[in-house]
């Protein structure tokens, strides 16, 4: 693949943690890739790349000329993930270990999220009757 035949930009904040971690996982995946700083209260580059003031940073804009990779304007880190993994330019990100996914199933989601919830729930009913 020559990689003269695209241009790949992705636009961040250093404002927001999923700039970071958005360039970060394209980097451990070697996703060839120009990143470019954009001032979150102007939104200057947001603006000369077509996207909108309610469009979330990360953007990725993807100019290409060859059928492998197809063009792309995508805001948010979720949708930037999605879009390269249906592609299978990355792989997916989220990884637990066997201990981590036994004490997720085992202990936190059955025990810990439902006295969570309730706590949520009276502080709500006192707030809403004062």
């Known amino acids: 693949m020559n990689f003269y035949d695209f241009f790949i930009l992705l636009v961040v904040v250093p404002e927001q943690v999923s700039s970071f971690e958005c360039v970060n996982i394209l980097n451990y995946y070697g996703f060839p890739v120009n990143v470019e700083e954009d001032n979150i209260l102007r939104g200057l580059s947001k603006h000369e790349m077509g996207f909108g003031k309610e469009d979330q940073y990360?953007?990725?804009?993807i100019d290409s000329t060859i059928e492998a990779i197809p063009e792309s304007a995508t805001s948010e880190l979720t949708a930037i993930l999605?879009?390269?993994?249906?592609?299978?330019f990355i792989s997916d990100v989220n990884s637990h270990s066997a201990k981590e996914t036994q004490t997720m199933n085992e202990f936190l989601l059955p025990e810990v999220e439902p006295i969570c919830q309730e706590m949520i729930r009276n502080m709500y009913r006192k707030w809403l009757f004062y």
Do not use: S, T
């Open 82 to 88: 999605n879009f390269l993994l249906r592609l299978e």
């Open 58 to 61: 990360p953007l990725l804009v």
